[in-house]
């Protein structure tokens, strides 16, 4: 049976470093946009509630709310890093792989809903 979908493509590490870090926040005009953060299958132990609130400038993009991740759910952060570095992490945007959206400079609108979606395996 063929795939659905195409296989993951890892994040360069070095990518995913330069984009994402403390003080790489976009501003603009003081507006703010407030995003929700869904983190499901092993990763939703390592978030605080579900669903997460975070509120970001207006015009953040993905690689934005990854740094206020790193700041504030420091645990959820260290997965999705290693799980994105490795292609093993879906993240969906309002339902819409951000693979096949701009990546790591996919802008998020307000009420945007962003979901980490690790990998399943069953028998």
Do not use: W
């Not at 984009?19 to 501003?27: E, I, Y």
């Not at 953040?60 to 740094?67: E, I, N, Q, T, Y």
């Amino acid at each position: 049976m063929g795939r659905l979908y195409p296989a993951p493509v890892p994040v360069p590490i070095q990518e995913l470093s330069s984009s994402v870090g403390p003080g790489n926040l976009v501003c603009s005009m003081n507006q703010k946009i407030d995003v929700i953060v869904k983190a499901f299958g092993g990763l939703r132990a390592h978030i605080d509630q579900f669903p997460l609130r975070v509120e970001l400038p207006a015009g953040a993009r993905l690689a934005d709310l990854l740094s206020r991740l790193a700041e504030e759910q420091p645990a959820l952060y260290s997965e999705l890093r290693d799980g994105l570095a490795r292609g093993y992490v879906n993240i969906l945007i309002d339902g819409r792989n951000a693979r096949f959206l701009a990546g790591l400079d996919t802008e998020l609108k307000d009420g945007a809903s962003v979901a980490f979606i690790p990998p399943v395996g069953g028998g």
